[in-house]
């Protein structure tokens, strides 16, 4: 059974960082692309950054998080990351890992298996 378990969330002071982490089982996640996704209160999901499978080289990043966010992923680990610097409040909101087959948008529909999702809160 395919399973997607977000962890490294919690509550950060603006200006600081975080590492949320993406474990995936029942399959090997070096197949596919993961994604990383957050929807923030009274919002629709939105991508956050999206890396292809081991085999491509098209990695995405909203612009919003250019230059602050960068996803990894450790095949040994079965794992995807998320690093996130600079944190901003509007930063917040819950962050979910997805497995797709592919992507060509970085966008929520094109993913199929998701995570139950982490909360992620950038507040003073």
């Known amino acids: 059974q395919l399973q997607l378990v977000e962890s490294g969330g919690g509550l950060v002071q603006p200006g600081g960082s975080l590492r949320l982490s993406c474990a995936a089982s029942?399959?090997?996640?070096?197949?596919?692309?993961i994604g990383w996704f957050r929807q923030a209160p009274g919002k629709e999901r939105e991508g956050v950054s999206c890396?292809?499978?081991?085999?491509?080289?098209?990695?995405k990043y909203a612009d919003s998080v250019k230059g602050r966010f960068t996803i990894s992923r450790d095949n040994a680990k079965n794992a995807v990351y998320l690093q996130m610097n600079n944190l901003k409040p509007e930063d917040t909101g819950v962050y979910y890992c997805?497995?797709?087959?592919?992507?060509?948008?970085?966008?929520?529909?094109?993913?199929?298996?998701w995570g139950q999702g982490i909360r992620v809160t950038v507040s003073s």
């Open positions: 997805a497995a797709s087959w592919g992507f060509y948008y970085c966008s929520a529909d094109e993913f199929q298996y």
């Open positions: 890396i292809p499978s081991s085999s491509g080289t098209m990695t």
């Open positions: 029942g399959f090997s996640s070096d197949l596919h692309a």
